[in-house]
């Protein structure tokens, strides 16, 4: 099993649509980061939390620690969002572990 | 302020070669993290530098070594290139080890034929 389970792996939605990517892991951790990665290979950091909720823009990332799970919220969801989505946890200062990645596509 | 910039884009190498890749941090940051990003394996972590130290290291090979000059700016070398050394090689830089607020590159693609 990995430390690490994303899902769903792949998700559809229309323009519009709100949209939710679950991470679920299975060590103690000292904090979680969200990461969008666009065709051609480029990853952008979207949010590190360590407890509660964050919120950049259209998106909101929350975290229960004692259930070990995250989620990422996209609002009002557009093209443009069109990624692959990647949860990583970290242990302490330890390596980063990396959930398989939930590949978004948002039509029109 | 300049981004993560990773060389080359992109290198084709032939088995039992060996490659070297570059990463330039941002300004000001002297961690630096390698991560291999395959289809069937996806990332994961290779080695993380900070200080010109070795802080933490994945699960590879001794083919795969790294090193990070006074300046920040890292590279890493594989030796003995297979064919399942090909991948999309992605650094990483930030101001602490963790990495938190990490900035990556657009990565090195590296084909083995």
């Known amino acids: 099993k990995n430390e690490v389970e994303q899902s769903p792996q792949n998700l559809t939605a229309q323009e519009g649509e709100f949209i939710t990517i679950n991470c679920s892991y299975s060590?103690?951790?000292?904090?979680l980061h969200w990461l969008q990665q666009h065709p051609g290979g480029g990853i952008v950091s979207l949010f590190m939390?360590?407890?509660g909720k964050k919120k950049h823009g259209r998106l909101i990332a929350t975290i229960n620690i004692q259930e070990k799970h995250s989620s990422l919220h996209i609002t009002a969801s557009h093209p443009r969002d069109s990624a692959v989505y990647i949860c990583?946890?970290?242990?302490?200062?330890?390596?980063?572990?990396f959930g398989t990645g939930t590949r978004l596509q948002v039509t029109l | 302020k300049a981004g993560v910039t990773q060389t080359p884009r992109y290198l084709i190498k032939t088995r039992g070669q060996q490659v070297t890749l570059s990463c330039s941090p941002i300004?000001?940051?002297?961690?630096v993290s390698w991560y291999q990003q395959t289809p069937g394996q996806g990332l994961q972590f290779l080695f993380e530098?900070?200080?010109?130290?070795?802080?933490n290291k994945g699960n590879f090979p001794g083919r795969f070594s790294g090193r990070q000059f006074s300046n920040s700016r890292s590279e890493m070398n594989v030796s003995t290139l297979e064919l399942g050394d090909s991948a999309l090689y992605l650094c990483?830089?930030?101001?602490?080890?963790?990495?938190?607020?990490?900035?990556f590159g657009q990565g090195t693609r590296l084909t083995v034929v």
């Open positions: 990483a830089s930030s101001l602490g080890v963790g990495g938190d607020g990490a900035f």
């Open positions: 060590v103690g951790i000292s904090a």
């Open positions: 939390l360590s407890s």
């Open positions: 990583a946890v970290r242990s302490g200062l330890s390596k980063l572990t």
């Open positions: 300004s000001g940051h002297r961690s």
């Open positions: 530098y900070f200080s010109e130290t070795q802080r």
